[in-house]
C-alpha cells in the first residue's frame, strides 16, 4: 500500500502541499478547523518564486484571470514623491495581486474530491519510528497515518507539541489591511508603499475593479480601536497623504478592515522529529514586509514533494526538506524584520537620511536583491 499523509490546517501552506504531494502520488488528507472557507477579505501579492511553482502545478493560468500583473514597485514620501521604482517585467513568470481567496480556492479545486476534510480541529497526536502518527481532533475520530505535516499557522499546534510552546515575538507595529475600489487615475500594475515617520501605506491594484490597501503604525501589541472606530483612526493617521488613500480607505467597508500585529519566530534550529515535520508559517513566520509568506509556504510544499520523491524513509525524506528550506526562509524572515524596522523609523533627521540611503542602495543593488528572493527555483 502507498504512503499516506495527514496536513493539519488547510490554509496556503496546507492546500499548496496537498497539491504537491498529490502530484506525487502520495495519499493525502488535509484538516482543517475551520468548519467552512470563509471569503477573508484580504487581497495578496503573490512575487516570481511563487508563481514560478505555480506554473508547474497548471494552477497559474486560472490565478491570472481573477488578478492584476505587477510592473513596478513604487516606493514614495507622503507627498506622493519618488523614493525609488524596482520594474518587475523581468522575470520568466510575473508578479501579481490577488484576493487571498482566490488563491484558496484555485489551490483546493486542484485536489482530489475529499481531500480536504472541514471542521476537524487537530488537538494532539501520537507518533513513532514504526507506528506512524495517530492524530486526534476534536471534531471527530483519530486518524492514522505514516506522516503528519503541520501546516496550522503561526499558533501551530503541531510546533508547539513537537518544540514547546511559545508565544510568537511582536516588532512594534500594527497591519491594518482592507479592499477598497479602484479610483481614476489610478496606475495599474504599480504597487506603491509610501514611507512615513512610524506609518506607512501601500496600495496594491488586483484587478476587477478592486484595490487592496494596507497600513501599519508604531505602538504596543495588540493595541484596542480608537474610540471612532477603526476606519477613522486610519483616516486620521493617514490625513494629508497622497492620492488615492484617502478615497481608498473611505471606499472600504469598516467593518471588512483587519488588524494584525506585526510577529514573527525566532528560526528554529530543526523542524523535524520523525515522522512529524512543518510548513509554512507553523515553521517560519515572517513578517508581511516583503510580501513572501505565502510564497515561502509555496515554496516550501514544492521542496517537500521533491524531498519525498523515490525516498522510501519518510523521516529522512522530512529531514532532507527542512535542511534544504532552512536557510532559505531565515534569510527571508530577517530580510523581511529588517524592511519593517527601516520603513518603521520615526525620527525626521533618520526618517530623511533613510530616503536617501534607501534611494541609493536599491539603485545600486536592485537586480542582486531580487533575483535573491524572485530568482529563486525550488
Ligand atoms: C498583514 C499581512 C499581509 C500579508 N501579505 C502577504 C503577501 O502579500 N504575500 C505573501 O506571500 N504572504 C503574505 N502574508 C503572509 C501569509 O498570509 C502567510 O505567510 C500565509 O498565509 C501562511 O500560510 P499557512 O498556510 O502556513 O498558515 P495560515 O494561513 O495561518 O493557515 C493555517 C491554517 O491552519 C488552520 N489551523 C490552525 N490550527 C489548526 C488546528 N489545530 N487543526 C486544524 N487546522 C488548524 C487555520 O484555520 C488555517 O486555515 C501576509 C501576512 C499578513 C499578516
Known amino acids: 500500500m502507498g504512503r499516506r499523509l495527514i496536513i493539519a490546517g488547510g490554509g496556503i501552506g496546507g492546500m499548496a502541499a496537498a497539491l504537491a504531494l498529490e502530484r506525487e502520488g502520495i495519499a493525502v488528507n488535509v484538516f482543517e478547523r475551520a468548519p467552512a472557507f470563509a471569503e477573508i477579505g484580504a487581497g495578496m501579492s503573490l512575487w516570481p518564486n511563487a508563481t514560478r511553482i505555480l506554473r508547474s502545478w497548471g494552477v497559474l493560468d486560472p490565478l491570472l484571470e481573477t488578478s492584476e500583473t505587477v510592473t513596478h514597485f513604487d516606493l514614495l ?10 520594474p518587475m517585467g523581468g522575470f520568466d513568470t510575473p508578479a501579481v495581486c490577488l484576493h ?23 488537538v494532539s497526536f501520537t507518533h513513532g519510528a514504526d507506528i506512524g502518527v495517530t492524530a486526534d481532533f476534536a471534531g471527530g475520530p483519530s ?42 487615475g489610478g496606475s495599474r500594475g504599480h504597487i506603491t508603499e509610501t514611507w512615513g515617520r512610524g506609518q506607512r501605506f501601500g496600495v496594491m491594484p488586483m484587478g476587477g475593479g478592486r484595490v487592496c490597501w494596507y497600513a501599519t503604525r508604531n505602538g504596543p501589541a495588540a493595541q484596542a480601536d480608537g474610540d471612532k472606530g477603526r476606519k477613522s483612526e486610519i483616516q486620521g493617521l493617514f490625513a494629508g497623504w497622497h492620492r488615492p488613500i484617502q478615497e481608498l480607505i473611505e471606499g472600504t467597508n469598516a467593518s471588512d478592515i483587519i488588524k494584525n500585529d506585526a510577529q514573527d519566530r525566532r528560526a528554529l534550529p530543526r523542524w523535524s522529529r520523525g515522522c512529524v515535520t512543518l510548513l509554512g508559517d507553523a515553521a517560519h513566520p515572517i513578517t508581511p514586509n516583503v510580501g513572501q509568506g505565502a510564497c515561502m509556504a509555496i515554496e516550501d510544499a514544492a521542496c517537500l514533494a521533491k524531498s519525498l520523491r523515490g525516498e522510501p524513509d519518510l523521516a529522512a525524506g522530512f529531514a532532507a526538506y527542512e535542511e534544504a528550506r532552512r536557510g532559505r526562509t531565515t534569510f527571508v524572515g530577517r530580510q523581511s524584520r529588517r524592511i519593517g524596522a527601516i520603513g518603521q523609523l520615526e525620527n525626521p533627521i533618520v526618517v530623511a537620511a533613510r530616503n536617501l540611503v534607501t534611494r541609493a542602495v536599491l539603485f545600486a543593488s536592485r537586480d542582486m536583491t531580487l533575483n535573491s528572493v524572485y530568482g529563486f527555483e525550488s
Do not use: K, N, Q
Open 77 to 86: 514620501r507622503p507627498d506622493g514623491g519618488t523614493i525609488s521604482t524596482i
Open 100 to 122: 487571498r481567496a482566490d488563491l484558496h480556492r484555485v489551490l483546493m479545486r486542484a485536489l482530489s474530491p475529499g481531500c480536504v476534510v472541514p471542521d476537524r480541529r487537530l
Open 143 to 184: 486518524v492514522r497515518a505514516d506522516g503528519l505535516i503541520g501546516a496550522d499557522g503561526v499558533h501551530s499546534v503541531v510546533r508547539a507539541r513537537l518544540h514547546g510552546p511559545s508565544d510568537p515575538i511582536f516588532r512594534g507595529y500594527c497591519i491594518w489591511r482592507g479592499i477598497g475600489p479602484e479610483t481614476p
